[in-house]
C-alpha cells in the first residue's frame, strides 16, 4: 500500500480527498502545516506528497523549497495544490521543486491520474 502525506490546513479539504485516497487503497497521513509536513516527510517517508500552498506556520512554496533541497527527502515526489490557477502559479510551484501541480477545488480523477503517475516515475 503506498503512503501519501497531504498537507493541508482545511479539515473538510482533509477529510473530503482522504476518504476518497483511502477508497483507493492508500495510506493516508496528514500535517496541518507547512513545518509539519517537512517533519513528516523524514519520519514517515511518504511515497508522494500532495502540498497546499497556502498554509500557517511554513507556507507550502517554501516547505517545498526545503524539502528538494534536503538530501534526505529530495526524492519524494511532492504534488502542489492550490486554488490559483493562473499560469504563473503553476510555473512558481515548478520552479519551488514541486514535481507536479493541480489546483482546487481538486479534480479527484485528474489529481488521480497525477498521482500514480509521479509514484511509477
Known amino acids: 500500500m503506498k503512503k501519501i502525506l497531504y498537507v493541508e ?5 482533509r477529510d473530503m480527498l ?3 485516497l483511502t477508497r483507493r487503497e ?3 497521513i ?3 502545516d507547512g513545518q509539519e509536513g ?3 516527510m523524514k519520519s514517515e ?3 508522494l506528497v500532495l502540498m497546499d500552498m497556502g ?3 511554513l507556507d507550502g512554496w517554501e516547505a517545498t523549497t526545503q524539502a528538494k533541497a534536503d538530501p534526505e527527502i529530495s526524492n519524494i515526489p511532492i504534488i502542489a495544490l492550490t486554488a490559483h490557477a493562473m499560469e504563473h502559479d503553476r510555473q512558481k510551484a515548478l520552479e519551488c521543486g514541486a514535481d507536479d501541480f493541480d489546483t482546487k477545488p481538486v479534480d479527484f480523477k485528474r489529481l488521480l491520474e497525477k498521482i500514480e503517475s509521479n509514484l511509477v516515475a
Open 9 to 13: 490546513d482545511n479539515e473538510m479539504n
Open 18 to 20: 482522504g476518504r476518497r
Open 26 to 28: 492508500y495510506e493516508v
Open 30 to 32: 496528514f500535517a496541518f
Open 38 to 40: 517537512l517533519d513528516k
Open 45 to 47: 517517508n511518504p511515497d
Open 55 to 57: 498554509l500557517p506556520v
